[in-house]
């Protein structure tokens, strides 16, 4: 039995997976929590699955990167660090592996290059295999990851994300893993990232033989979704034709968006004679076994819509994002819509796009898109920010061809040929000082922060620093199983809670009565290690819902021409750009509001001077209501 | 018929009375004003009797406390500490009504309770005492005596209101500007707070420790010592923490100490139990400074190291027993600590935190803890009266052991509703000055770190309110 113990050097583990006879599996947790579950699967069930999935013999656990460090702080309320630190106790041989968005990192924008290096390090402490890629395939967007990777001794999995139609033919990936290699040297794994779950599984065959042709030595890692409920088929193709590892996670978990269940995998393989290298199948049984009772405390993350989804051929949204797009079509009331956005105007809106790879962050660029084009009721008649900068290639270059004029000029008005002229390319994000960073970091918490606190603060400041506080007056709550931290409905009277704290210290809490009093607080009784403890919470202050009128797009446009700026959609304040007093020129910036993580600048159409700014960073917004106030200079 | 004592005071001092007084078997009369209608003092009390709204103002009403013990045919009045206790005119008043005053008799604490007086019966007996004036004259001429005074002994001095007390009346005067600028002021002042101007001069004594012996008296002539206690940790002149022994001097200088203690005592006419007041300075000179003439608050550490009750020995020598053991019967052993517990918030400033309602009370247990109180859960601390909840003391054999003991009691005690001085006792324990048993009255202002504590900090309970808050919301609002 091979197994690759983590700390083994790259070279080393590249040899040993071009040696081997048979195929090794990827356990991707991190991807399954995402895809079918927003995300949400607790460090408490990962720990719990730890013993086991480290006897499972695992090449790797998919367990970080994607969207997961945004929500373990923003969702999860534990450290992405601490979390690898506690399943590196538990798990010390297996590897560790993330998903890197290249030159965007964990987030949805590019990142300053000595920010990427700084983050790279950190987390290479704990993680062994990155694999990292760019929604574009524009290979120097991944470059300063792959650097820091090597520099680290860890092993890099660069990605040639994978779509289907008649631009993305074998030829155009033969030469994009060229120029990869050309970058990176021969001692890679490659991965083929279909989070998709495109193609049949002939088409997957025909591209791994394609690559094996060119590339004999090339070590092949495909990983797909489920979505159509034919992943199975893919994995064995790509094995069948020469792929050394593949993707799949605990059947206990498995969904629809996802992986499907590595059991299965096996089974299906060891038909056509490929074994598993290194696993332990009582373990992977044994895992599921293990957390099975814990899924019912997810059900309220699991999708709106149960069932494999084939039309995602057409679609072609990843899995890692139906779960959000989903929940959000739910709560935005337009779950009815959804055969329009998805089967029609998405389609369309790649192709118009450039059919590029509907992937973080593009994919949440053509889904807002496309939903704004169906909701509006005219397309691309209120394009994002992140729209405008992927049309002014600041991302990168269209892989293939360019979208087509009219599309341009209903994003930047009649001039648009000015405005791409003197904006468009790549601006190359310039170094941030450190340094500075860290005295603001230190300044916010009162404290002199950590290394790792400094990291997760330059990848998402806000929900960084909220994170800290959050574990300065809650503690640290990862020790709490879902049936506590995702409790709805309250617990019953009498209910006993019992859990140990992070120091191991055991802790039982017993859940006493609940007493309005006539101020309108209400008094919440525990009983806490057998002390009784009361908890107090002022009467909430009812916001003005009942109240605001609800004003209509035609509204907020014509108060935004005489200086009272509205809120275009509902989303989060992330910018605010403009104090009271500042005098603005029709086309200021004032503040930015973000909703599915793109963002859209809020400018002024008028000139005057700010005389109320009414939103705060990170304040949650609908639709209509009042950021900024101008006084309208008389013409 | 039994014997009844009425208890003119309230709060954990009328509560360590009605024990005493049961214990001997006899009856304890408490009373009250309205703003303790609900206190527990009424409730152990064989009887208790209301005195009038208050505040503060009918429990010192030496008429109407000693109407209300005729009236109720009582033999005896305890007036605790306080309010009445050095009051000549009640125990006069007792005296005249052919009751019992458990306590001195008037002369001697109207003697005592007058520094001037105080310090000429000490200077008579030879008594080393803090170099001061006698009353200074009115006008000019007092300032001119102020400037002889401070001529010989130098800034800084301490001006005092001869009739203040308990901290009161006293301010610190560092130069020659200072005293012409504060002189009428004083006297203005202590005309004003005791109705008597008469103010005298003290030379300050340095961060001295606070160091006083505890006195009991016969009318037999027989006056021990029990001992002696170290008061130095105090706030604004009020004692926050004390200690039996006094802790880090020498037994012969603590020997010496009480030996002066028990002729000052004599020297006076003393008569049932007194505390003698010292300053000890850093090279271990002592210095008188007052004669308390009633129980004091932290007689519970001397109780705890001797064995002797104190209030039982007051009451018995009040009703004419002599004195039941000789000095050299008196033994003290291993040390013992008190902590007041006062519904007070140490971070803004020791402020009161009356008019809260407790909602949680859990005392610790256990060897060697002793608690003096009157709280519960589920009562409201009137606003008008002082802050002290409840008196926590801790016996133990080494003064580490009686400092770990402390610190476990601490931990575990839980008042929740109004802020307390628990958990900056608790800071206060783990100081490792305080473990070496090193302080004098300068230890909080150059313990400044004692003040940074949060509420409420244990792992265990910020989990508990993030549970409290999933359960009033019926939903985790940091996970959705």
Redesign the interface.
């Known amino acids: 039995m091979i197994r690759i113990p983590q700390n083994t050097p790259a070279a080393e583990a590249i040899a040993t997976l071009r040696e081997a006879d048979g195929y090794f599996i990827t356990n991707t947790a991190r991807d399954l929590s995402q895809s079918d579950y927003k995300n949400?699967i607790l460090l408490h069930t990962d720990l719990l699955a730890a013993r086991a999935r480290e006897a499972a013999g695992y090449f790797s656990l998919e367990i970080t990167g994607g969207a997961s460090i945004h929500v373990d702080m923003l969702?999860?309320?534990v450290d992405p660090f601490l979390k690898l630190e506690l399943l590196r106790k538990q798990m010390p041989k297996t590897m560790f592996q993330t998903l890197c968005r290249g030159t965007n990192l964990f987030g949805y924008r590019p990142y300053p290059q000595n920010v990427i290096r700084l983050t790279v390090r950190e987390f290479a402490r704990y993680v062994d295999v990155w694999r990292t890629f760019d929604f574009l395939n524009h290979v120097p967007n991944m470059q300063a990851v792959f650097e820091e990777v090597a520099l680290a001794g860890k092993i890099n999995e660069p990605c040639i994300c994978f779509s289907t139609g008649p631009e993305h033919t074998d030829s155009y990936y033969v030469g994009k893993v060229a120029e990869i290699l050309a970058v990176t040297g021969p001692d890679i794994i490659l991965c083929i990232k279909n989070h998709g779950g495109l193609g049949t599984p002939r088409r997957i065959g025909q591209l791994v033989d394609a690559l094996k042709q060119r590339h004999p030595d090339l070590v092949i890692h495909y990983h797909g979704h489920n979505t159509d409920g034919n992943d199975i088929g893919r994995i064995t193709e790509a094995v069948l034709n020469g792929a050394k590892i593949v993707d799949a996670s605990d059947h206990a978990f498995t969904g629809f968006y996802g992986p499907p269940p590595v059991l299965t995998v096996i089974q299906t393989l060891k038909e056509y004679g490929r074994t598993a290298i290194g696993i332990n199948e009582e373990a992977v049984i044994e895992t599921s076994d293990t957390i099975r009772d814990q899924r019912r405390y997810y059900a309220q993350f699991e999708s709106q819509i149960k069932g494999f989804q084939p039309t995602v051929q057409i679609h072609k949204l990843p899995g890692g994002a139906m779960g959000s797009s989903l929940e959000q079509a739910a709560k935005g009331g337009f779950l009815d819509r959804m055969p329009d956005i998805l089967h029609k105007e998405l389609p369309r809106v790649q192709k118009d796009l450039g059919n590029y790879w509907s992937v973080t962050p593009g994919s949440q660029i053509l889904w807002t898109t496309a939903v704004a084009n169906v909701l509006d009721g005219e397309r691309y008649a209120n394009p994002s920010g992140d729209l405008k900068n992927l049309l002014l290639g600041k991302y990168g270059p269209f892989p293939f061809y360019k979208p087509a004029d009219w599309i341009y000029r209903k994003a930047f008005g009649p001039d648009w040929k000015q405005i791409v002229e003197a904006e468009a390319g790549m601006p190359g994000v310039e170094d941030i000082d450190i340094e500075e960073e860290r005295m603001a970091l230190a300044a916010k918490l009162g404290t002199e922060p950590t290394e790792r606190q400094l990291v997760l603060y330059l990848q998402h400041p806000n929900d960084a620093v909220d994170f800290f506080k959050?574990e300065e007056?809650?503690?640290?709550?990862y020790?709490?199983p879902p049936a506590?931290?995702?409790?709805?409905?309250?617990?019953s009277l009498g209910e006993r809670?019992t859990?140990k704290?992070?120091?191991g210290?055991e802790?039982v809490?017993e859940?006493g009565p609940?007493q309005k009093t006539e101020l309108g607080e209400?008094?919440?009784y525990?009983n806490?290690?057998h002390?009784?403890?009361?908890?107090l919470?002022e009467a909430e202050v009812q916001t003005g819902v009942a109240t605001a009128v609800k004003l209509t797009k035609e509204d907020i446009a014509e108060l935004a021409g005489q200086g009272d700026v509205r809120a275009p959609f509902a989303g989060t304040i992330c910018a605010v750009s403009v104090e009271i007093g500042d005098e603005v020129a029709a086309g200021d910036q004032l503040a930015v509001i973000e909703a599915m993580k793109m963002q859209t600048p809020v400018v002024s159409e008028v000139a005057g001077i700010v005389n109320a700014v009414s939103v705060k960073i990170g304040q949650t917004l609908q639709a209509g209501d009042r950021i900024v106030k101008i006084d309208c200079h008389e013409d | 018929m039994k014997k009844r004592i009425l208890v003119a005071n309230r709060g954990e001092i009328a509560i360590r009375l009605i024990r005493a007084i049961q214990e001997l078997d006899y009856e304890a009369i408490a009373i009250y004003e309205t703003p303790d209608k609900n206190s527990r003092h009424l409730r152990l009390a064989d009887e208790a009797i209301w005195i009038g709204d208050g505040p503060r103002k009918d429990y010192l009403d030496v008429e109407k406390i000693i109407g209300t013990a005729l009236r109720s045919n009582v033999t005896a009045i305890h007036p605790g500490y306080g309010f009445l206790a050095e009051n000549p005119n009640l125990a006069r008043a007792c005296e005249n009504a052919g009751l019992i005053f458990i306590g001195p008799p008037c002369d001697v604490i109207e003697n005592l309770g007058s520094k001037v007086m105080a310090r000429k019966i000490m200077a008579e007996a030879g008594i080393a005492m803090v170099p001061g004036t006698e009353n200074l004259p009115a006008g000019a001429k007092g300032l001119e005596v102020a400037m002889e005074f401070v001529a010989r002994h130098g800034f800084p001095i301490m001006l005092k209101a001869t009739a203040g007390g308990g901290g009161r009346g006293i301010r610190r005067i560092e130069n020659e500007a200072e005293l012409r600028e504060q002189y009428l002021i004083a006297r203005a002042e202590a005309k004003a707070a005791f109705n008597d101007d008469s103010v005298y001069l003290e030379k300050v004594v340095l961060n001295p420790k606070h160091v006083e012996v505890q006195i009991l008296a016969d009318k037999s002539g027989n006056t021990v010592h029990l001992g002696t206690r170290d008061c130095s940790i105090q706030r604004r002149n009020q004692k926050l923490v004390e200690i039996a022994p006094a802790f880090q001097i020498s037994e012969e200088l603590r020997e010496e100490i009480c030996r002066t203690a028990v002729r000052a005592a004599k020297a006076s006419g003393y008569f049932n139990a007194g505390t003698v007041e010292f300053l000890l300075d850093k090279d271990n000179t002592y210095y008188f400074m007052e004669i308390n003439t009633r129980l004091q608050v932290e007689h519970t550490v001397t109780e705890m190291i001797t064995g002797i009750d104190i209030v039982r020995s007051q009451i018995n020598l009040a009703m004419g027993h002599d004195l039941d053991f000789r000095q050299e019967d008196v033994r003290t052993r291993g040390h013992a600590i008190e902590m007041r517990i006062n519904a007070e918030d140490p971070q803004n400033n020791f402020m009161p935190e009356g008019g809260k309602t407790i909602s949680v009370y859990r005392s610790p247990g256990g060897y060697g803890v002793r608690l003096d109180g009157f709280c519960y859960q589920g009562f409201t601390i009137p606003e008008v009266y002082d802050s002290l909840l409840v008196k926590l003391t801790v016996f133990g054999w080494s003064w580490k052991e009686t400092v770990d003991r402390l610190r476990r009691c601490l931990s575990n005690y839980v008042i929740t509703g109004p802020k307390t001085t628990i958990p900056f006792y608790l800071n206060l324990v783990n100081d490792p000055d305080f473990q070496r048993g090193v302080f004098d009255t300068s230890y909080l202002e150059t313990h400044e770190h004692l003040f940074q504590y949060k509420e409420d900090n244990s792992e265990v309970n910020k989990l508990a309110r993030l549970i409290a808050e999933i359960h009033y919301r019926g939903e985790n609002r940091y996970a959705k």
């Open positions: 949400r969702r999860k309320q959050f007056e809650f503690g640290k709550s020790v709490l506590i931290f995702f409790r709805e409905g309250g617990f809670l859990f704290d992070h120091t210290k802790h809490i859940i609940i209400t008094n919440v525990l806490v290690d002390d009784q403890r009361l908890y919470f």
